[in-house]
């Protein structure tokens, strides 16, 4: 029984630590295309709209996507596919 009592707690942290790596700085937010910054907060505010905790977790994801896409050369940084 304590194995299983276990076991949502170390999920959990697990969730937070991975969550907590995937989060950008503001300045980082900054460098990513604003257009598309704007297009994924309005997103997440319409799939999210009372649960702000899920539209932070959202934004946090996109802006985190677009970053990686745009280090690995498939967005240019003003947005453009390539």
Do not use: H
């Not at 690995?72 to 003003?78: E, F, I, N, Q, T």
Request: net charge positive; charged share 25%.
């Amino acid at each position: 029984m304590k194995r299983l009592a276990l076991t949502p707690a170390l999920l959990i942290g697990t969730a937070t630590s991975a969550y907590c790596l995937d989060r950008l700085t503001p300045a980082e937010i900054a460098s990513l295309p604003q257009d598309q910054v704007a297009v994924a907060k309005r997103g997440c505010a319409a799939q999210w709209p009372n649960d702000f905790e899920m539209r932070l977790y959202c934004e946090d994801k996109q802006f985190s996507a677009m970053k990686k896409l745009i280090d690995r050369g498939s967005v240019s940084a003003k947005g453009d596919k390539l």
